[in-house]
């Protein structure tokens, strides 16, 4: 029996001094990923889309207001099929509206996401290549409150690390 615990014992320790060789690096993600040049320059690129896209909308409800408001004003002369074609023009405009609105809204999105592809690429390679070179079995994004706790004894903050991959930090900061 007591040599059975002692196997026991040496399996458990030799386990847990595995476990305990097992480094790993964390980081903020997104704090990173602000601080790139290239996020920067996507989200203007984004912002200027939006404003043209905005602008285009605009145009289109002032059309809408101007000819329903000429609608307004002489309806009660109308005869009643131009009554009827100038309902359905106001209707055709309202729909395209809103149809304009929703692709906008799709065609913003995807615009965003392929602009922000290339950033997120470019940071995921950058972790990659610090977290082979610093020996880490994985490198931890703590946004979010993902991980709330980091042994300091095992984990080591990569960011500063990923920052000089990336060209936005030097070896004295």
């Known amino acids: 029996?007591?040599?059975?615990?002692l196997i026991i014992f040496s399996l458990f320790t030799f386990h847990f001094s595995l476990f305990a060789q097992v480094r790993?690096?964390?980081?903020s993600?997104?704090?990173?990923l602000q601080q790139m040049p290239e996020y920067a320059e996507a989200q203007k690129n984004v912002a200027e889309l939006k404003v043209k896209y905005e602008q285009e909308?605009?145009?289109?409800?002032e059309e809408f207001q101007r000819k329903f408001s000429e609608f307004l004003?002489?309806?009660?002369?109308?005869?009643?099929?131009?009554?009827?074609?100038r309902?359905?023009?106001?209707?055709?405009?309202?729909?395209?509206?809103?149809?304009?609105?929703?692709?906008?809204k799709e065609l913003l999105q995807k615009a965003e996401d392929e602009l922000m592809a290339g950033v997120m690429d470019k940071l995921?390679?950058?972790?990659?290549?610090?977290?082979?070179?610093?020996?880490?079995?994985?490198?931890?994004?703590?946004?979010?409150?993902?991980?709330?706790?980091?042994n300091p004894i095992?984990?080591?903050?990569?960011?500063?690390?990923?920052l000089r991959q990336l060209g936005l930090a030097t070896d004295a900061e």
Not at 87 to 104: C, D, S, T, Y
């Open 73 to 85: 004003q002489g309806q009660k002369e109308f005869p009643e099929n131009i009554l009827i074609k």
């Open 124 to 150: 995921n390679e950058a972790i990659r290549t610090v977290g082979f070179e610093s020996g880490y079995a994985c490198i931890i994004n703590t946004d979010n409150n993902n991980c709330p706790f980091v």
């Open 87 to 104: 309902q359905a023009e106001l209707q055709a405009l309202m729909e395209a509206g809103i149809k304009f609105r929703n692709e906008a």
């Open 1 to 5: 029996m007591r040599r059975l615990l």
């Open 57 to 61: 909308a605009t145009r289109g409800e």
């Open 29 to 32: 993600y997104d704090s990173v």
């Open 154 to 162: 095992m984990g080591e903050d990569a960011t500063q690390a990923i």
């Open 24 to 27: 790993f690096g964390y980081l």
